[in-house]
């Protein structure tokens, strides 16, 4: 599908250094590429050839980042390292990684779903060099093309009435000003989630989100209220053709297609958080169309529809969190929400917007941004010449490059081909998602859908990395492999991510 742009070379561990200090790194680094190749030997699809070479990795030792890192770096980072022995990556290009030792990683992670076209896409970075060049900031307060510009592209790819562009930095930001502006609307103050939600790491979006783990024992989040998460694997309700996915739970279901007892249940508990834990008027509710880090969480078809219809008749509006599975990534539409047949009065985006540079969006209707404008608000970063300019090449080139279709059958083929695993391994519960945004839910056995425990999850993505794949986790137990690769990926590279996967399952079974 791509062009690569870098010459055609060979490794460059494959290539003679010279002497001293140089021919020192290169034997070990060749070491490093040697050692991954003897643990990949015995796969029944290998690693798919790549015509880019990284350069050579020259920085500082790895004993010396990990110094740094301890001493310098926020206590957070050493708790977040994924991995039992870190990974020290050096470059990337499109869906490939490469450590400071050489060895070669297919990324299945983007970034947390970030990455939405590859690493140093050659169109973005073209992009971004140009920008540079010609203006990198200034602020919003001035009137430059590059913000009207984006604007007006990104609104084409929404349905009215939301045709009205906030610029921010981070998802966090986008959701703490979202709820800002449905306060400010409706005159009303209390916002709904679902549990096991994840909106943001900030003060405000900290009492959005739903999980523990993000959570600090201090005054956030004043008027956040959660209602129970449709999950039809883990939750109480749930059957076989609840969902939106080319996989369905094997959970019995005496539900005929066009009605779903599940959603009924759920839609339940949402009546009775109205009815007992809020003001009679509401200002908001919040929902990812599908739950990213929650565990990539799909909820019964109508679900969002109705609750939506609850919300606006209790006077608050509907925001869809879109951070994550927005840009194509679900491949059916453009939006996840739209696959709900919904239309939010807020959509808030960030991640693959733009493609791993920091920016964020909130946009909305007239309306709303009519009773926003009745204050100020600046943002100085947000919009910046540099952001718009990259995140227009992005919506080009998702376009341009068909990455919206790829997701679609690539993702659909991963799906299937995961199914199949769920149905040979007693630890693979369940299987769900849409497009490439995809969850992978392991538990000790299919009977008690207990989580699978943490060391066992470690266990197996570690050895999915020594393998060549990088995977990410979120559950609320941690129990869930997500899969949310650059949308460029190929049907060979999800086969040998397939192939890793069912070795790691595999050897994790043996060891037992």
């Given at each position: 599908?791509?062009?690569?742009?870098?010459?055609?070379?060979?490794?460059?561990?494959?290539?003679?250094?010279?002497?001293?200090?140089?021919?020192?790194?290169q034997?070990?680094?060749?070491?490093?590429?040697l050692?991954?190749?003897a643990?990949?030997?015995?796969?029944?699809?290998q690693?798919?050839?790549?015509?880019?070479?990284?350069?050579?990795?020259?920085g500082?030792?790895?004993?010396?980042?990990?110094?740094?890192?301890?001493?310098?770096?926020?206590?957070?980072?050493?708790?977040?390292?994924?991995?039992?022995k870190?990974?020290?990556?050096?470059?990337g290009?499109?869906?490939?990684?490469w450590?400071?030792?050489?060895?070669?990683?297919?990324?299945?992670?983007?970034?947390?779903?970030?990455v939405?076209?590859?690493?140093?896409h050659?169109?973005?970075?073209?992009?971004?060099?140009?920008?540079?060049?010609?203006?990198?900031?200034?602020?919003?307060?001035?009137?430059y093309?590059?913000?009207?510009?984006?604007?007006?592209?990104?609104?084409?790819?929404?349905?009215?009435?939301?045709?009205?562009?906030?610029?921010?930095?981070?998802?966090?930001?986008?959701?703490?000003?979202?709820?800002?502006?449905?306060?400010?609307?409706?005159?009303?103050?209390?916002?709904i989630?679902?549990?096991?939600?994840?909106?943001?790491?900030?003060p405000q979006?900290?009492?959005?989100t739903?999980?523990?783990?993000?959570?600090y024992?201090?005054?956030?989040?004043?008027?956040?209220?959660?209602t129970?998460?449709?999950d039809?694997?883990?939750?109480?309700?749930?059957?076989?053709?609840?969902?939106?996915?080319?996989?369905?739970?094997?959970?019995?279901?005496?539900?005929?297609h066009?009605?779903?007892?599940?959603?009924?249940?759920?839609?339940?508990?949402?009546?009775?958080?109205?009815?007992?834990s809020?003001?009679?008027?509401?200002?908001?509710?919040?929902?990812?169309?599908?739950?990213g880090?929650?565990?990539?969480?799909?909820?019964?078809?109508?679900?969002?529809?109705?609750?939506?219809?609850?919300?606006?008749?209790?006077g608050?509006?509907?925001i869809?969190?879109?951070v994550?599975?927005?840009?194509?990534?679900?491949?059916s539409?453009?939006?996840a929400?739209?696959?709900?047949?919904?239309?939010?009065?807020?959509?808030?985006?960030?991640?693959?917007?733009?493609?791993?540079?920091?920016?964020?969006?909130?946009?909305?209707?007239?309306e709303?941004?009519?009773?926003?404008?009745?204050?100020?608000?600046?943002?100085?970063?947000?919009?910046?010449?540099?952001?718009?300019?990259?995140?227009?090449?992005?919506?080009?080139?998702?376009?341009?490059?068909?990455?919206?279709?790829?997701?679609?059958?690539?993702?659909?083929?991963?799906?299937?081909?995961?199914?199949?695993?769920?149905?040979?391994?007693?630890?693979?519960?369940?299987?769900?998602?849409?497009?490439?945004?995809?969850?992978?839910?392991?538990?000790?056995d299919?009977?008690s859908?207990?989580?699978?425990?943490?060391?066992a999850?470690?266990?197996i993505?570690?050895?999915?990395?020594?393998?060549?794949?990088?995977?990410?986790?979120?559950?609320?137990?941690?129990?869930?492999?997500?899969?949310?690769?650059?949308?460029?990926?190929?049907?060979?590279?999800?086969?040998?991510?397939?192939?890793?996967?069912?070795?790691?399952?595999?050897?994790?079974?043996?060891?037992?």
């Amino acid at each position: 599908m791509y062009k690569m742009f870098a010459p055609v070379k060979a490794p460059w561990w494959a290539r003679r250094a010279g002497h001293g200090v140089g021919s020192m790194l290169q034997l070990q680094r060749q070491s490093g590429a040697l050692c991954q190749e003897a643990v990949m030997k015995n796969l029944r699809v290998q690693m798919p050839s790549c015509n880019f070479s990284p350069e050579t990795y020259q920085g500082m030792s790895k004993e010396r980042m990990l110094e740094i890192r301890k001493l310098n770096c926020n206590a957070m980072t050493m708790k977040v390292t994924y991995y039992k022995k870190p990974l020290f990556i050096h470059q990337g290009f499109m869906q490939w990684l490469w450590d400071v030792d050489g060895s070669r990683y297919l990324d299945m992670f983007a970034g947390v779903a970030t990455v939405s076209l590859g690493h140093c896409h050659p169109k973005v970075t073209k992009a971004a060099q140009e920008q540079l060049q010609r203006l990198c900031h200034t602020s919003a307060i001035y009137v430059y093309p590059e913000i009207q510009e984006y604007a007006e592209k990104l609104v084409s790819h929404l349905p009215e009435p939301l045709k009205v562009v906030y610029m921010t930095n981070s998802g966090s930001e986008a959701n703490d000003l979202a709820l800002l502006m449905a306060r400010l609307h409706t005159g009303n103050f209390d916002a709904i989630t679902l549990r096991n939600s994840y909106h943001g790491g900030s003060p405000q979006a900290m009492g959005l989100t739903s999980n523990t783990v993000y959570k600090y024992a201090v005054a956030s989040g004043l008027g956040c209220y959660n209602t129970m998460c449709p999950d039809v694997f883990r939750g109480p309700w749930g059957g076989n053709h609840c969902r939106d996915s080319p996989v369905q739970t094997v959970r019995d279901c005496n539900c005929s297609h066009d009605q779903c007892q599940a959603n009924g249940r759920y839609i339940e508990q949402l009546k009775d958080v109205l009815a007992t834990s809020v003001h009679n008027r509401i200002a908001a509710f919040f929902a990812e169309p599908i739950q990213g880090l929650g565990g990539t969480i799909q909820y019964p078809k109508n679900f969002l529809k109705e609750a939506y219809k609850l919300v606006r008749e209790k006077g608050g509006i509907c925001i869809a969190d879109e951070v994550q599975t927005g840009f194509g990534r679900t491949g059916s539409h453009f939006w996840a929400f739209q696959a709900h047949d919904v239309v939010p009065d807020i959509v808030t985006m960030a991640k693959g917007i733009a493609n791993g540079f920091p920016m964020a969006a909130v946009v909305t209707s007239e309306e709303i941004a009519r009773t926003f404008a009745k204050g100020l608000h600046f943002n100085t970063f947000g919009g910046n010449p540099l952001a718009c300019s990259i995140a227009s090449t992005v919506l080009d080139t998702i376009k341009e490059e068909r990455l919206q279709e790829n997701s679609a059958i690539v993702g659909t083929h991963l799906l299937n081909e995961l199914a199949k695993l769920r149905d040979k391994y007693e630890i693979v519960g369940d299987v769900r998602g849409k497009g490439l945004h995809v969850g992978v839910e392991m538990v000790k056995d299919k009977e008690s859908r207990d989580p699978l425990p943490s060391d066992a999850m470690i266990e197996i993505l570690e050895d999915t990395k020594d393998m060549g794949v990088l995977i990410g986790r979120g559950g609320i137990y941690g129990q869930t492999f997500r899969i949310q690769p650059p949308m460029c990926i190929t049907k060979d590279d999800a086969d040998f991510f397939l192939a890793v996967f069912d070795q790691a399952l595999h050897n994790y079974t043996e060891r037992r």
